[in-house]
């Protein structure tokens, strides 16, 4: 059995502790929050002990592993903490609120030789890894373009949160939902090497941070991920795209509000005309949680890297920094620059 310790015990936290408890190979033995009560109903839901502080849990030597389900200011350092005691983590993307608190998480994993993995839970939605299969079946022929949509409306207060306070969070709706769709956006296309695009802030009262970002990521031979992500978007939506010479893969939906999930399977038509299409429909529970915890043990198990671990989620956040500069300075920025 695997000897688990979270750290957070809001809604993220609640998700991960139900699906490690639920492992066959998984135990939840300490819960450490800020709010002690919210860490104490939680681990009396299963069966687990509470830490006194985080400090407390990651030392604990007994433990295999954390994970850190906390608001950004505290992702990096709990995460470099566990990792310097030798445990494996899983934390909540993006792993910090900037490529330096990144960096270090990542070199704190690579120092002590275990495990770090990102909790881009996205790449395990079926609709996703639907489009994901027949990308690699080489079905689409070859890569031309990716477009994502990612948003929703917020709620009243929203501007009192967390979220929009930059000290807290290291940026704005481009570092919240569209790490998302920029890690799914280099997963299908290996890397960028150039990003230009706008950001704005139309509505929420949360400036400097954005609540819309609109960005277009190239590649080195021209291929163009187009990404916009917004607060603004009122009716949740999610919408993943990728279109390739001989036909198209798309992702839509999330489950509950974002709408039913399902994904398209088009292809060209070689004399034009209507593509042939097919739909496939994902009803059901959302999985992705479950799938992203088994990957992170096969992990362990087997030596073998998981999907989105440390060095790419160093990767996403490089590129969103990009982009911010970039918007900043209404120009292109390379991959030679250093975000910032």
Not at 237 to 256: I, K, N
Not at 271 to 293: I, K
Not at 298 to 325: C, D, F, N, V
Request: charged share 20%; hydrophobic share 40%; with cysteine.
């Amino acid at each position: 059995m695997y000897r688990v310790g979270l750290v957070g015990a809001g809604g993220m936290g609640q998700k991960r502790a139900a699906v490690v408890s639920a492992h066959p190979q998984c135990e939840l033995v300490l819960v450490c929050d800020l709010d002690r009560a919210a860490a104490a109903d939680l681990a009396q839901r299963y069966g687990a002990a509470q830490a006194s502080s985080w400090e407390q849990l990651v030392a604990t030597e007994d433990l295999d592993m954390v994970v850190v389900s906390t608001t950004h200011e505290w992702l990096a350092p709990i995460s470099v903490a566990a990792l310097r005691a030798g445990k494996h983590v899983l934390a909540e993307k993006p792993l910090g609120r900037n490529p330096e608190e990144v960096g270090q998480v990542v070199a704190a994993a690579a120092q002590a030789g275990r495990w770090l993995k990102a909790g881009y839970n996205h790449r395990y939605h079926p609709a996703i890894a639907k489009v994901r299969a027949v990308f690699e079946a080489g079905e689409l022929g070859p890569l031309h373009f990716v477009r994502g949509r990612y948003g929703h409306g917020g709620r009243p207060g929203y501007e009192r949160e967390w979220r929009a306070d930059p000290a807290r969070s290291g940026g704005g709706e481009m570092l919240d939902q569209g790490a998302h769709l920029v890690d799914l956006a280099l997963w299908f296309m290996g890397d960028f090497s150039r990003v230009t695009g706008m950001l704005s802030t139309s509505y929420w009262p949360i400036a400097p941070l954005e609540d819309n970002a609109f960005g277009l990521f190239a590649t080195p031979v021209g291929q163009v991920a187009s990404l916009h992500v917004s607060w603004t978007q009122w009716k949740n939506l999610f919408s993943f795209e990728v279109f390739g010479r001989d036909g198209y893969a798309t992702a839509h939906g999330l489950g509950r509000s974002y709408g039913p999930e399902h994904a398209l399977v088009g292809r060209r038509a070689l004399w034009g005309g209507p593509p042939q299409e097919e739909r496939f429909d994902f009803p059901g529970e959302d999985q992705s949680w479950a799938l992203e915890w088994e990957d992170f043990i096969r992990a362990i198990q087997t030596g073998h890297a998981p999907l989105a671990e440390g060095s790419q989620a160093l990767k996403t956040m490089e590129w969103i920094y990009r982009l911010y500069l970039a918007a900043r300075e209404g120009r292109s920025v390379g991959v030679a620059e250093a975000p910032s």
